[in-house]
């Protein structure tokens, strides 16, 4: 089994770009070769010791986390790209968490399902089967790192990382803690590689890798994802948007409506999950709107309003502050507002006439990746859940629970608003296949 080792420079390994990332593909597709027959228990203990290095390992993950974070810093890159870089011990932790969860689910590698006799005395059933190998595309986030490496070894895959320049001393570190979590367990080292220069012609290359690569997970701003989905010549899996929203119904629970769609906002600013819109419900518009407004006021949210919430806003709220000067915290909406995706403390607001006019404003401009309705009506809810046309659709809870660690899943490589093979978190199901298997006893075709 091989040693763990980092993926050579290209400056200390004299290859140029294409031949470095080929030199990737054909270590991955070899090593996706003996994840695929990697036993459970083995994937399960390299599991298990990512878990234990992660929490052993926080003082030194931490020190190289603060070079990353003071470059950020120092070239100006905005608050909330900066709050992502974060390696705190309640990140680390929660990706220790999810990959002990992984470790305790069961393998759907090799599984049967809708084995079914045909009149031929055949019969016909779908094996879960692993991708082979993905390539994945992120920026900022270090901890998108061990989700996809914990993802890609539960998966029986292999994978290649190529993260974002800003993050490059913390992806190396977490890369380093894989690959030896993956040798110690018995498994190749090369099943989980990231790209050891932050030069952009990588990715050119890796999306241009049929051969090696079977699909490709970009995971970051829109100019990214748009960039590799035009041009890439391997299945994309992605999502271009994180505009999310929260319908306050009429009927629905104020305090309850007001607890959640304060969260679904502030609870964190940068997360692709966080609410963007707030549409409410007409007849209870004049006493849920002075409640959320005093609140986001308070913590220096601005609310881009149509006249009808401006009106009820400004009767009602006064101007919030941040960092101890006046800030205006109640604007114009305008048309482009209800598409933006602002990943900062703003929010559009939309007073509409009811539940028709809501789902319609969220097909229109949502993304199709989170959207809730707080409400009292069960029939309301059900048409919610069925007419809305987005990856996860709630009911009364914060559209911050679209997560594949709070789904459930372990982790997730990301949140996919396709409508094709994965929608929503992306967790082992999504990096894994379908193949036809038929079973016979010497049957022939007459």
Known sequence: MNAPSDSPTLAASGLDIA???RTLGLQAKAASALMARADTAIKNAALRKLASLLRSSGPALQVENAKDIERAVAA???????????LSPKVLETCAQGCEQLAAMPDIIGEITA????????????MRVPIGVFGMIFESRPNVTIEAASLSIKSGNACILRGGSEAIESNKALAKLVQQALVESGLPAHAVQLVQTTDREVVGQLITMPQFVDVIIPRGGKGLIERISRDARVPVIKHLDGNCHVYVDDPCDIDMAVKVADNAKTSKYSPCNASEGLLVARGVAQEFLPKIGAIYAAKGVEMRCDLEAAQILRAAVQPGSVEGRRAPMIEAATEQDWYEEYLAPIISVKVVAGLNEAIAHINQYSSHHTDAILTRDH???QRFLREVDSASVMVNASTRFADGFEFGLGAEIGISTDKFHARGPVGIEGLTS?????????EVRS
């Open 19 to 21: 031949d470095y990332t």
């Open 76 to 86: 100006g890159l905005a608050a909330p790209l900066v709050d992502r870089l974060g």
């Open 434 to 442: 379908l193949k036809y298997v038929v079973l016979g006893q010497g």
């Open 379 to 381: 029939m309301h809810a």
């Open 115 to 126: 084995l079914r006799q045909q009149p031929s005395g055949i019969r016909v059933g779908q």
